[in-house]
């Protein structure tokens, strides 16, 4: 695992800080970077060491998204969604897969949230029949990071067996009926690949299953909700340790030539960076107490994982605009750096589960009512 950790620094700051503004720009999924992910043996980071990976957890996982999320956000939401897909699956996949994934031949994904139930993505509308020739799944999904270019779905469904609940399926790209929906064109992670997709009578074998038909629901939230979260807090701690590091280079560099004086000379500038510093080091004090909380099974642990998506998302936006606000007009253009950090960081809110349902999870925590 640490050789594999090793390469990390050298692909962050080489490959991925220079395919990033074309990423953005141009909105092509990042290959470059997650080849050379692949080639490292990080892509296996969370598969157990007897099927050939790196036996990593949630502390692997998160410093691997945060490094990434520095350089490119795109290539961070990315692997984020593999990692949360590949936590699944090593724990109720097939060997054959574990073993494939551990060795970098595969790019899983989630493909949970549905038009029907939006944002509740642990509600899904999708059916699931079984059949004599196998499972047929009907489903339109809202959103799939990598929904072109994963090699297999993480896919939820309605049980097979009755309507509550959920159940999850193993479902491979190339299933006939199975069909991403146009190319993704968003404001920002704009490489990552993310758009609806239909699933149409798809026929997957009931050994496809991932789990209970019905467990769906306690896998999502035991298994894919926390590392996700810890992940996704990660995400956002990195695109505000780049945005930082981008304003204090813009700062320091900038000059008033009649005054001979940095942009960093003016008080009202060092206070706006130092802001930016401490929200960004209060994230990730918070997101490094939820792993510790979550690997050694603290009773906060549950709430940690909540708070901590919930906080980076909402400090993302604040530094990342105080970044635009320090950077000037200078900030709109891209070779600063600022602005596509600044659109990467929008999503954090917004991605299910939302800044919104959070905090009324965390309320209804304090309040002792029942959370989901």
């Known amino acids: 695992m640490a050789h ?31 080849q050379a992910l692949r080639e490292a043996g990080l892509l296996g980071l969370l598969c157990a060491r007897e099927m050939g990976g790196s036996g990593g957890g949630p502390n692997e996982a998160v410093r691997v998204v945060e490094r990434l999320a520095r350089e490119c956000g795109s290539t961070a939401m990315v692997v984020c969604m593999h990692y949360a897909a590949s936590w699944v699956v090593e724990r109720f996949g097939p060997a054959e897969l574990r073993r494939e994934n551990a060795a970098g031949e595969h790019l899983l994904t989630l493909a949970f949230s549905e038009p029907g139930s939006r944002s509740h993505f642990w509600a899904p509308v999708g059916s699931a029949e079984v059949r004599a020739d196998g499972v047929h799944l009907n489903a339109t999904k809202s959103w799939v990071t990598s929904a072109s270019q994963a090699t297999a779905y993480v896919w939820s469904s309605r049980p097979s067996g009755g309507d509550d609940g959920s159940t999850l399926w193993l479902v491979p790209r190339g299933a006939p009926g199975m069909s991403a929906q146009g190319r993704f064109d968003g404001i920002g992670l704009r490489g990552n690949d993310s758009t609806p997709m239909i699933a ?173």
């Open 4 to 34: 594999d950790l090793d390469a990390l620094e050298e692909i962050a700051s080489t490959i991925v800080a220079r395919e990033a503004a074309n990423v953005d720009r141009s909105g092509e999924f990042p290959q470059k970077s997650i």
């Open 200 to 372: 149409d009578d798809v026929v997957v074998p009931e050994a496809h299953r991932l789990g209970e038909d019905g467990g769906g629901l306690g896998i999502m939230l035991d298994v894919a909700l926390p590392l996700f979260n810890m992940m996704a807090a990660a995400c956002a701690v990195g695109l505000m340790e780049g945005a930082t590091g981008a304003a204090c280079a813009h700062a320091s560099a900038t000059r008033y030539e009649h005054l001979d004086e940095s942009l960093s000379s003016l008080p009202t500038i060092r206070a706006y960076l130092a802001r930016m510093r401490i929200q960004t080091d209060q994230a990730r004090c918070l997101l490094m107490d939820t792993v510790d909380a979550f690997e050694n099974e603290r009773e906060d642990a549950m709430l940690r994982v909540l708070e901590c998506k919930a906080a980076a998302g909402e400090s993302a936006t604040q530094v990342l605009d105080t970044a635009m606000r320090v950077c000037g007009g200078a900030a709109f253009r891209r070779e600063v750096g600022v602005e596509r950090r600044f659109r990467d960081g929008r999503a954090g809110t917004v991605m299910a589960p939302t800044t919104d349902q959070l905090y009324d999870f965390i309320g209804r925590a304090l309040c002792g009512l029942p959370v989901f």
